[in-house]
């Protein structure tokens, strides 16, 4: 049935308007004959009469009910705490109420309070509803892709440490989504005060006004902190099972490490290779990143030049447009980073930009505590890595040998005791060939992890870098330079091949099928199109595979041939 007038005017109290009840399809349960069939088998936690909440699909398909009984009923699960609204059981979905017009979201908690803000949302909000501020862990969030989400949880969110810890994990999630900012409304209210109950306070012309200032005036998540205890059983109903990591596959997310390694032997090259194409979601390592869910790096430079960045960034062959997430600072003027003055700047930097990833290179040149000094290290992990840490921040910092190797960095042991891994980046061996475009560059590397507090993931990693010098050996060409894992022992799978892979193997087919006798490197480059280390990239995957073969002419040139069909690259 439709609702009572009863139930009409208690949702007309709590700032819903009558266009929004009829919208939302609102109805009165006055019998178990009106209850849906999830919810008519309740019989102690649904009593009747109540009124029923249907909770829409992205399409407006209603996919379950909430209900809120009259007269709520201890629940037993809650110490006795009454039931005052019951789901379906194992219908676990957010509420689509209104969708965006200008790729902006509010999203709301609470039946009444997702209600209240639709009914005075700005103009263009799409509003989303979920039952409370941790019901959205398991549901699809795929609907904040390239949204920018503002939140409004209860008025508890300043003061209950659980609310606040949700709050944080919601935003790291709904980021994680492909949302592009996300904020948390403001509101004035007290106590558990939702949003409906702030708004019914107001005179009803002045709410939809109220709701856009306290929109704008939306802030970012703080971490949650405060002297909580865990608990245990929520803690343990956590799925921590899937171990996911960065692009290349040494650190995962949140993560604080060091990369260590003599100088020249090129870990700022390492590290650049790394964050353009997390943030463009390339291959690194020959570890697929996900290209629809690319990283954001900020990078803090106290090494390098401008030229130096330059001519780098175009060796690798990365364009303006690649490195719009590559927030890159060259010579920062912050204060030394195991200050607070300093580590305040950098978190200030990090709440503007919202990396995923921040770099420091070098570090040493970053503190000004002595680097013997534990007190140095210390200082730099509790002000800036702790920090970053608590905001699901990786952080990555660059360091030196000390003057024997072979006891890590130098200064301070205190250096690895503070963060959760320790790699080394350590030269083997090279070659230089002289070809017909210049001189082929090869050098061998190893990535071997010292310290770690975890022990996952590989702890040495064999790897090549590759760059082709010109004939006058004054410039890196472009697009020739990259790092590869060397001795990949993992067999060739056609169904690992990334997008850009099978986007390539057609064209690189149809040149060489129309010369039998090979097509050399750079030829097969030109006319396949896009970046040169990424064609040859695919071309090393098909050689490995055995699907071309690759040989040297009299140039020196790699000539590459077709050994069978690939019939698995459309």
């Known amino acids: 049935m439709s609702l009572t007038p009863e139930h009409r005017e208690y949702l007309r109290s709590a700032a819903i308007t009558d266009e929004t009840i009829e919208a939302a399809g609102l109805r009165s349960v006055l019998s178990r004959e009106d209850l849906p069939e999830g919810l008519a088998s309740m019989t102690v936690l649904a009593p009747v009469p109540g009124i029923l909440f249907p909770y829409r699909d992205r399409e407006g398909n209603v996919v379950t009910h909430r209900y809120r009984p009259d007269n709520p009923a201890p629940d037993p699960k809650k110490d006795g705490k009454p039931a005052k609204y019951v789901g379906e059981p194992g219908k676990n979905v957010v509420n689509h109420i209104r969708a965006t017009e200008n790729g902006r979201i509010l999203v709301v908690e609470g039946e009444k309070q997702q209600l209240a803000a639709a009914s005075y949302a700005p103009e263009g909000f799409g509003v989303v509803g979920i039952p409370g501020c941790w019901t959205w ?172 960045i330059q001519t780098r960034m175009i060796a690798l062959g990365a364009t303006p447009a690649d490195l719009r997430n590559f927030i890159y600072l060259s010579f920062p003027p912050v204060k030394p980073l195991d200050t607070e003055e300093g580590a305040r700047q950098v978190l200030s930097l990090v709440d503007r930009y919202e990396p995923d990833i921040v770099i420091l290179d070098t570090v040493s040149r970053f503190v000004e505590g002595k680097e013997n000094d534990s007190d ?87 790897i090549r870098r590759y760059g082709v010098l010109n004939k006058n050996r004054t410039q890196w060409l472009p697009g020739s330079t990259y790092h590869e894992v060397e001795g990949d022992d993992n067999p060739f799978e056609p169904d690992s091949l990334s997008p850009a892979d099978r986007r390539r193997i057609p064209k690189i087919y149809e040149v060489l099928r129309g010369a039998p006798e090979g097509v050399s490197h750079n030829e097969v480059c030109r006319a396949v199109g896009g970046r040169k280390t990424d064609v040859g990239i695919t071309l090393s995957r098909l050689v490995d595979g055995g699907y071309l073969s690759r040989t040297k002419d009299a140039r020196n040139a790699y000539i590459y041939k077709i050994v069978k069909e690939f019939d698995r690259g459309e």
């Open 137 to 308: 862990k398991g549901t699809d969030l795929s609907w904040a892709k390239d949204a920018a989400v503002c939140v409004a949880f209860d008025a508890d969110r300043r003061t209950n440490p659980k609310v606040a810890r949700a709050a944080w994990e919601f935003a790291a999630a709904l980021k994680k989504a492909g949302a592009t900012a996300v904020r948390f409304v403001d509101f004035p209210g007290h106590g558990t005060d939702g949003l409906d109950d702030v708004l019914a306070r107001l005179d009803e012309g002045e709410r939809a006004q109220s709701l856009r200032e306290w929109i704008a005036n939306s802030e970012k998540p703080e971490p949650p902190g405060g002297f909580e205890p865990i608990d245990w059983d929520e803690l343990f109903a956590e799925d921590f099972s899937q171990v996911t990591f960065h692009v290349g596959g040494f650190v995962e997310p949140g993560q604080q490490m060091a990369l260590i390694g003599d100088g020249k032997v090129g870990k700022s090259l390492f590290m650049a290779d790394w964050g353009w194409r997390a943030v463009t979601g390339q291959r690194f390592l020959n570890d697929q990143a996900d290209p629809d869910k690319p990283s954001k790096v900020l990078y803090l430079d106290a090494e390098n030049s401008r030229r130096d």
């Open 376 to 462: 140095t290290w210390l200082n730099l992990y509790r002000r800036l890595h702790r920090e970053l840490k608590a905001r699901g921040v990786t952080g990555v910092r660059l360091d030196h040998f000390g003057k024997d190797a072979e006891k890590g960095g130098r200064g301070s042991s205190a250096k690895s005791q503070d963060i959760d891994h320790v790699w080394e980046l350590v030269r083997t061996g090279g070659s230089e060939n002289k070809t017909e475009d210049g001189y082929e560059v090869t050098t061998h590397l190893v990535m071997k992890r010292t310290h770690t507090r975890t022990g996952l993931g590989e702890g040495r990693i064999e």
